[in-house]
């Protein structure tokens, strides 16, 4: 480990409070929405004190300085991911970012590669957060086209053997997570992405739980669209990310102001990428924020970080397979696998083992995480999860492991 | 501590030993609610003879609060006629938004006031009214189709 979790704690000012009669806030939910560092709360908050105007519009000092801003934190998404400024779109969240493609696809002039029929097919997983599952749903039920998909192995992996089969000459979208949400299963995408492409089809990579927590470069993923969320990566709430290297050949979803290049009052015609998607006045100060965050994330090492977490996530699983009558949901080792860890319990309910650890100022998540689907397959009614980032240390495992057994004992 | 309030003897006694829990084959309604936000699911059977409820049998998973305070319906809402289980109903909803403020009347809900607890627990409140809601949509259905018999 090469950073110090200890100093690193010290710049998230919500770790000064404490939790239900003063205890130390154990903070292990960050695959839901992680902490935010001092730099990123004071820089959307300048942004606001200091350079607020409306981007692209005014003709003054203050919207000079807020484009150079909001396009500064653009540039700074570009560089963390190794993309292109032009490739990168601000939306509201990554399920915003997933439903614009989807429906961009849906408004793509018959005979185009974005275009759907009743003939092509759509093909997800298993493991996907919602946010990567209805809008395809949604999007096959107004074409017609089909939705297929990769199930999950009862170890938590994608079965990929009869890929052939569900990636065919019809395929039109893959659309899959990069680290499922639940399981923590980081998917292997090399052999998804040949095929994809190997029919003409397009893939569409949910990173939300990648992104924040492991070195991306997208020109080595071999994917066509990638979406995040901000607030995922210590960035402010209301500002998510959607990459692409083929956004010129794409319509645009949300139509209004900024996102044009002329308009009459029969027609328009679009603004190149990335303004064809964002109409309106963004989410500047949140952008802004965002690139704080990544600052932030970069001075630390991303490789860094992600060796951080793959070694607490082996101290984490092995803790809680110590644990009488615990079960963990997805993989037991660290190989190919993120700082989720989903779990059952014996006989308590996660929602009220969720509500004793609380009660002890542990946060965890319970229920099905947004992936329903995923949770019925895997035979269980909901779990709880444990999610690690930055700024956790073996002292918040500690802290879960004593909470599960006093929850053992109070439920016995 | 505080969680006790919300984990009252009474609850997890009807957790552990719920009553009513098996689907009756026979009923005047069924009906099937879920708690999207966590999972939990149930299954409720309501009979009515006469305008009044004569069994109530539910099946269902679910956190310790969702399973104690449909057994407690269940148990609590059978023989009596809509209009009194509608008042019940009232009482118990009123209670659970209390915020703790109030106890509930023990000679009108019985077990249910262990429950009051739940009402400092926002996030709970749904599971608590999961088996209620799942009643109250029942006797709407048989009301509509059989105007109670
Ligand atoms: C894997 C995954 N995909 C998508 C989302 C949706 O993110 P958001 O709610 O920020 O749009 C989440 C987070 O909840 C997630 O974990």
Not at chain 1, 284 to 311: C, N
């Amino acid at each position: 480990m090469s950073f110090d979790v200890t100093k690193v704690r010290k710049d998230f000012p919500i770790f000064e409070r404490t939790i239900r009669d003063a205890k130390k806030l154990v903070y292990l939910d960050s695959g839901a929405t992680s902490q935010k560092p001092l730099s990123v709360i004071e820089a959307e908050g300048n942004f606001y004190k200091f350079t607020n105007a409306a981007v692209h519009r005014g003709a003054h000092q203050l919207a000079e300085e807020a484009t150079d801003a909001y396009e500064g934190a653009r540039l700074k998404v570009a560089s963390f991911l190794g993309a292109k400024e032009e490739e990168i779109v601000f939306t509201k969240n990554a399920t915003e970012s997933l439903n614009l493609v989807a429906y961009a696809m849906g408004n793509a002039q018959p005979g185009s590669r974005f275009a759907l029929t009743s003939k092509d097919q759509i093909v997800v997983t298993e493991m996907e957060h919602h946010a990567n599952l209805i809008p395809w749903q949604q999007l096959a039920a107004r074409t017609g086209a089909e939705l297929k998909w990769f199930e999950v192995t009862p170890e938590g992996r994608l079965d990929l053997s009869a890929i052939n089969s569900i990636i065919t000459e019809n395929t039109k979208v893959v659309a899959l997570t990069h680290q499922s949400n639940v399981l923590g299963t980081i998917n292997p995408l090399e052999a998804i992405t040949a095929r994809a492409h190997e029919v003409g089809a397009v893939v569409v990579l949910d990173a939300c739980q990648s992104v924040p927590h492991m070195p991306i470069d997208v020109k080595k993923l071999n994917v066509d669209f990638l979406a995040f969320s901000g607030h995922k990566a210590l960035g402010p709430t209301g500002v998510g990310v959607l990459w692409s290297s083929v956004f010129e050949e794409l319509p645009p979803f949300l139509f209004g102001g900024s996102m044009i290049e002329t308009v009459t009052m029969t027609s328009a015609t679009w603004a190149p990428a990335p303004r064809k998607f964002e109409a309106g006045v963004p989410n500047m100060a949140q952008a802004v924020g965002l690139g704080a965050a990544l600052d932030y994330l970069t001075d630390i090492g991303m490789q860094s970080i992600f060796d951080h977490e793959v070694e607490l996530t082996g101290y984490l699983i092995n803790g809680l397979l110590q644990i009488p009558e615990l079960s963990i949901v997805g993989p037991r080792n660290t190989d190919a696998r993120g700082g989720s860890v989903s779990f059952t319990v014996g006989h308590i309910h996660p929602h009220d083992l969720g509500q004793y650890l609380d009660s002890q100022g542990v946060a965890v998540r319970t229920g099905h995480h947004c992936a329903w689907p995923l949770t019925r397959k895997l035979g269980v009614p909901a779990t709880t999860r444990a999610s690690l980032y930055l700024y956790n240390d073996e002292s918040d495992c500690d802290a879960l492991f004593a909470a599960i057994t006093g929850a053992q004992k109070y439920f016995a | 501590m505080e969680l006790d309030s919300l984990y009252q003897e009474v609850i997890l006694d009807h957790y552990k030993h719920p009553l009513n829990k098996g689907l009756s084959e026979n009923y005047g309604a069924q009906v099937h609610h879920v708690n999207p936000s966590c999972g939990d699911e149930i299954t409720l059977n309501v009979t009515a003879i006469d305008g009044k409820i004569s069994a109530i049998t539910w099946d269902g998973v679910g956190c310790s609060i969702s399973q104690a305070s449909v057994s407690i319906a269940s148990d609590l809402l059978v023989n009596k006629s809509f209009a009194e289980a509608d008042a019940i109903l009232n009482e118990f909803t009123e209670l659970m938004q209390s915020k703790g403020t109030k106890e509930g009347n023990p000679d009108v809900l019985e077990d249910a006031v262990a429950l009051a607890g739940v009402s400092k627990f926002p996030a709970r409140i749904k599971c608590a009214l999961l088996g209620w809601m799942a009643f109250k949509d029942a006797a709407v259905r048989i009301n509509t189709t059989t105007g109670g018999e």
